[in-house]
């Protein structure tokens, strides 16, 4: 009796224990972590600025960025350091892995994190904005105003951090940048790491202000919660590459013509005009000079004009010059990670042309093609006549009988050959063998 007592209780004491130990690792404090590997677009703006809203009604412990970045849109970096100022809960960004950088864009959103962190082997800095337009006084007034604009962004950044102003300043002006190593010594940011464990291992204990109070952050026995993009995010993050969306308008373009010079193929126009509406998509998220747009669709009224309108090549060169410019100008910016490659550029273009030269020539020898049907089809064929042929007969054609009319008479079961159509459906015939001695030919 004694035993089963003890033996009950000890299983009781297990379950309980278990039962503790679920519910505290339950209660244990979350950490979100996001990771950055690309440049700042609108797409990846929305889902850091969405996963720190959704960190802060989760009242998780912080929200850490893993950032590696060349730079971005003006308007999408500051929709994310929008987030992280309003954000109640502090914010962590962390440049990484070793190699990576917070470059222009990158920078500014490090600047505007509670924690700052890098690990060794990266960099941060060169901020200064990129004027577009093409030289003259008022695209320098602009571009001055871009600059300061950007300087002071900066500047109340790294105050409102306590960060170094002058460094805040000089990355957009001077577009200096620093290592990991540099940026601690200037008070850039907060501290070195080696990975995101030594990173909260440091951290713990750290204060930040919020309201105008200081307070405490605790990282030790957080769980790490990793949230990445859905697939849905993802595949529109891509179609905002560059070259991605310059190969998906060119596919369009490419479908469209075909189908206009081939109509009833439908696919292709299907296709076509699916490539060209995610193309419109990526664009909207892109700096687009419409210079080059325009140059990009006159290249393809010109192909269109080619296949309708005789111009012995013409057209076709001017669309294909056209479409060159027109893709060199389309992107307008000089951040490397805005341009699309030279090489994609050139291979398109040479792709281009010769799919619209050979369906040009196809559509020129299905003009120059004799007509094998309809009513000037019948013209040329052969068949035999069925009787005596006296001024009106019958004659056996394309597997039909019909009725036919001749200059000359022509004797039963010889060879004949349509010389046209007459009205009412009958066909005026000869004999193609004049030097037949069976054939008696008699002018009516």
């Known amino acids: 009796?004694?035993?089963?007592?003890?033996?009950?209780?000890?299983?009781?004491?297990?379950?309980?224990?278990?039962?503790l130990g679920a519910e505290q690792a339950a209660a244990a404090p979350s950490l979100a972590r996001l990771t950055i590997n690309s440049a700042i677009n609108p797409i990846v703006a929305k889902f850091v600025s969405e996963q720190i809203t959704a960190a802060n009604n989760r009242r998780d412990r912080a929200l850490l960025i893993e950032l590696n970045t060349p730079g971005g849109?003006?308007?999408?970096?500051?929709?994310?350091?929008?987030?992280?100022?309003?954000?109640?809960?502090?914010?962590?960004v962390?440049?990484?892995?070793?190699?990576?950088?917070?470059?222009?864009?990158?920078?500014?959103?490090t600047l505007a994190a509670d924690f700052a962190a890098m690990a060794p082997g990266t960099n941060i800095g060169a901020a200064h904005p990129v004027a577009i337009g093409a030289g003259g006084t008022s695209d320098e007034t602009m571009a001055k105003k871009l600059v300061n604009d950007a300087a002071a962004y900066a500047r109340s950044l790294a105050q409102q951090r306590g960060r170094n102003l002058d460094?805040?300043?000089?990355?957009?002006?001077?577009?200096?940048?620093?290592?990991?190593?540099?940026?601690?010594?200037?008070?850039?940011i907060d501290l070195?790491?080696?990975?995101?464990a030594q990173l909260l291992q440091k951290l713990d204990g750290r204060t930040y202000q919020r309201q105008g109070q200081e307070k405490i952050l605790h990282t030790q026995n957080v769980q790490l919660q990793t949230f990445a993009m859905n697939w849905r995010l993802q595949i529109l993050s891509a179609l905002s590459n560059p070259t991605f969306a310059y190969l998906l308008m060119m596919l369009g373009i490419l479908g469209i013509f075909f189908e206009i010079s081939q109509p009833g193929a439908i696919l292709p126009g299907v296709v076509g005009t699916i490539a060209i509406l995610l193309a419109f998509f990526a664009f909207s998220t892109l700096p687009i000079n419409y210079v080059?747009?325009?140059?990009?669709?006159?290249?393809?009224?010109?192909?269109?004009?080619?296949?309708?309108?005789?111009?012995f090549g013409m057209l076709t060169v001017g669309g294909i010059i056209a479409m060159a410019f027109g893709s060199l100008m389309l992107i307008d910016s000089s951040q490397p990670y805005l341009q699309i490659s030279r090489a994609v550029i050139a291979a398109t273009i040479a792709v281009s042309a010769g799919f619209i030269l050979f369906a040009g020539w196809m559509v020129v020898r299905a003009q120059n093609r004799p007509v094998i049907s309809g009513q000037e089809g019948m013209i040329g064929e052969r068949g035999k006549a069925v009787g005596d042929i006296h001024g009106e007969g019958?004659?056996?054609?394309?597997?039909?009988?019909w009725q036919a009319r001749a200059e000359y008479e022509?004797?039963?079961?010889?060879?004949?050959?349509?010389?046209?159509?007459?009205?009412?459906?009958?066909?005026?015939?000869?004999?193609?063998?004049?030097?037949?001695?069976?054939?008696?030919?008699?002018?009516?």
């Open 73 to 92: 849109l003006d308007t999408a970096m500051r929709q994310i350091i929008q987030a992280e100022l309003g954000s109640t809960i502090p914010v962590i």
């Open 410 to 444: 022509i004797s039963a079961d010889t060879e004949i050959e349509v010389v046209q159509l007459l009205a009412g459906l009958v066909l005026e015939v000869r004999a193609t063998d004049d030097d037949q001695t069976d054939i008696k030919r008699k002018e009516i």
């Open 394 to 401: 019958r004659v056996f054609v394309h597997g039909e009988l």
């Open 94 to 109: 962390y440049v990484a892995p070793a190699g990576a950088r917070a470059a222009s864009a990158g920078a500014l959103i």
């Open 1 to 19: 009796m004694i035993r089963n007592l003890l033996l009950t209780l000890s299983i009781l004491s297990a379950l309980t224990c278990g039962q």
């Open 192 to 196: 070195i790491a080696e990975d995101s």
């Open 167 to 188: 460094w805040a300043e000089k990355i957009v002006r001077d577009s200096i940048s620093s290592s990991a190593q540099d940026a601690l010594e200037q008070k850039v």
């Open 292 to 311: 080059g747009l325009l140059l990009i669709l006159l290249a393809v009224v010109m192909f269109i004009l080619e296949v309708k309108v005789p111009s």
